[in-house]
Structures are given as structure tokens and as C-alpha cells.
């Protein structure tokens, strides 16, 4: 590993959010190995943790990394629910705002030139999207509505030969929501989309077929 690229791998490991060191390593892996040409998209920016990894690759690879998020937190982030993080409320608006913190763990890692922050909602940004992905990673807005949301505005757009990533998958219920497993299988399901790797609760897929 390179001194860049080490360097790049311990912000990621150090840095705030939801991402297991061993499904960071996959996440970086996936975008290091993408064999088709076209940007990268995640969807679910929050603090930067996995656009640190994913964007370790991009720049590697010399392609963008496009994170999408609203940045006003998903559900189970909200004030009173099992994912809150106090500090990144916004006094001015009393809104979650974790824009900041994503800005500063890009341009910490001198990362501005590769991941191209995408502020707002997913279906609106989705709605005029039109550029082929190399690769998708899904980690946005959990609930039922979001998530499948997600498949149908975003998985459309993976390029042919093109990697599908899910966080969050479990297939036991007992061990997280729905939602991500339901999208893991409507790819799957629709036969145009092959597993290839599983880390954690997070699946890879690779677009080997037509539609969604
Ligand atoms: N990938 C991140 C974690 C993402 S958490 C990491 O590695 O740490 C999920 C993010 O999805 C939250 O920041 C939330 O604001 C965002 N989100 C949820 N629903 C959304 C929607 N409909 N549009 C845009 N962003 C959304
Ligand atoms: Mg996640």
C-alpha cells in the first residue's frame, strides 16, 4: 500500500459514521477493482466516512465520487431516536446538519478535486440524473419509502458490468430493518444483477444483465 493510500485508509477508519472497518476495506476494494468506465455515486453522505474510502479508489482510479445526502439525517438520527448524535444539531435551525462535518473530512484528506459533494434529496437528485455509474453504494434513508425509493431512482443507472453496493443488509431480522434486505433482493430478483461479494451487512453486486 502507498503512503497516499494509507493515509487515506486510516481518516476513513478514524473518521465519524457507520461503517465497520472490514466493510470500509470492501467498500474500498469494490471501487479499486470497477473494470467499467463512468463516475461513482453513493447515496448517504453523513460525515464523510465512506466517501473517505470510496474516494481513496476514485482518486486512484481517476474517476468522481458523487455523494448524495440531504444531510438533515436520516430518521433513526433524529433527536429522541437510537442514532443521535447531539453535536450535529444546528442551533440556527435546530436541524441536523452534518454538511460541515463532511467538508471538513474531504478536504482534510485533500480529497475536493475527487468527491463532489451532491446536497439534497435523493428522488429529486435522482429524478434528472442521466450519466451511467461505474458503481452505486446505497446507504441512505433506511425506512420502507427511502430505501426503495433508492432502488428505483438510482439502480436504474448502473452502468452494464457496473458494481451495486447495499449497506445494511440482514437477512435475520433480528439484527437490523428491512428495508436494505427488501432492495438486495428486487436486484437480485430482477435477474440483472449478480452477487459477488458479502462483507458484513454489506452485499456487492455486479450488473450482468438488462433493467431493474
Ligand atoms: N455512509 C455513511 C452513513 C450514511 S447514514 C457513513 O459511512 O457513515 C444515512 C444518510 O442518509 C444520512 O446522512 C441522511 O441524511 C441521508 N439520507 C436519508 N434519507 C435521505 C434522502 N431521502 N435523501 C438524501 N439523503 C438522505
Ligand atoms: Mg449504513
Given at each position: 500500500?502507498?503512503?497516499?493510500?494509507?493515509?487515506?485508509?486510516?481518516?476513513?477508519?478514524?473518521?465519524?459514521?457507520?461503517?465497520?472497518?472490514?466493510?470500509?476495506?470492501?467498500?474500498?476494494?469494490?471501487?479499486?477493482?470497477?473494470?467499467?468506465?463512468?463516475?461513482?455515486?453513493?447515496?448517504?453522505?453523513?460525515?464523510?466516512?465512506?466517501?473517505?474510502?470510496?474516494?481513496?479508489?476514485a482518486e486512484a482510479r481517476g474517476r468522481?465520487?458523487?455523494?448524495?445526502?440531504?444531510?438533515?439525517?436520516?430518521?433513526?438520527?433524529?433527536?429522541?431516536?437510537?442514532?443521535?448524535?447531539?453535536?450535529?444539531?444546528?442551533?440556527?435551525?435546530?436541524?441536523?446538519?452534518?454538511?460541515?462535518?463532511?467538508?471538513?473530512?474531504?478536504?482534510?484528506?485533500?480529497?475536493?478535486?475527487t468527491?463532489?459533494?451532491?446536497?439534497?434529496?435523493?428522488?429529486?437528485?435522482?429524478?434528472?440524473?442521466?450519466?451511467?455509474?461505474?458503481?452505486?453504494?446505497?446507504?441512505?434513508?433506511?425506512?420502507?419509502?427511502?430505501?426503495?425509493?433508492?432502488?428505483?431512482?438510482?439502480?436504474?443507472?448502473?452502468?452494464?458490468?457496473?458494481?451495486?453496493?447495499?449497506?445494511?443488509?440482514?437477512?435475520?431480522?433480528?439484527?437490523?430493518?428491512?428495508?436494505?434486505?427488501?432492495?438486495?433482493?428486487?436486484?437480485?430478483?430482477?435477474?440483472?444483477?449478480?452477487?459477488?461479494?458479502?462483507?458484513?451487512?454489506?452485499?456487492?453486486?455486479?450488473?450482468?444483465?438488462?433493467?431493474?
Amino acid at each position: 500500500m502507498d503512503e497516499r493510500l494509507r493515509d487515506l485508509i486510516i481518516r476513513a477508519e478514524e473518521a465519524r459514521g457507520f461503517m465497520p472497518a472490514d466493510e470500509g476495506l470492501a467498500l474500498h476494494r469494490h471501487a479499486s477493482e470497477v473494470t467499467v468506465d463512468g463516475p461513482f455515486l453513493e447515496v448517504g453522505s453523513y460525515c464523510g466516512k465512506s466517501a473517505l474510502y470510496l474516494g481513496a479508489a476514485a482518486e486512484a482510479r481517476g474517476r468522481i465520487l458523487y455523494s448524495v445526502d440531504h444531510h438533515r439525517g436520516s430518521e433513526e438520527n433524529q433527536p429522541g431516536w437510537e442514532w443521535h448524535e447531539p453535536d450535529l444539531v444546528d442551533p440556527a435551525t435546530g436541524l441536523m446538519d452534518t454538511l460541515p462535518f463532511f467538508r471538513q473530512a474531504i478536504h482534510g484528506a485533500s480529497l475536493e478535486g475527487t468527491v463532489v459533494a451532491v446536497v439534497g434529496e435523493s428522488t429529486a437528485v435522482a429524478a434528472s440524473w442521466v450519466t451511467p455509474l461505474a458503481l452505486l453504494f446505497i446507504d441512505g434513508g433506511h425506512g420502507s419509502g427511502p430505501a426503495h425509493a433508492d432502488y428505483e431512482g438510482w439502480v436504474p443507472h448502473v452502468a452494464p458490468g457496473g458494481i451495486l453496493l447495499i449497506h445494511d443488509v440482514f437477512p435475520d431480522p433480528a439484527d437490523g430493518g428491512r428495508p436494505p434486505f427488501e432492495i438486495y433482493n428486487r436486484a437480485l430478483d430482477s435477474g440483472a444483477f449478480t452477487e459477488v461479494a458479502a462483507t458484513g451487512s454489506l452485499r456487492g453486486l455486479q450488473r450482468t444483465g438488462r433493467g431493474t
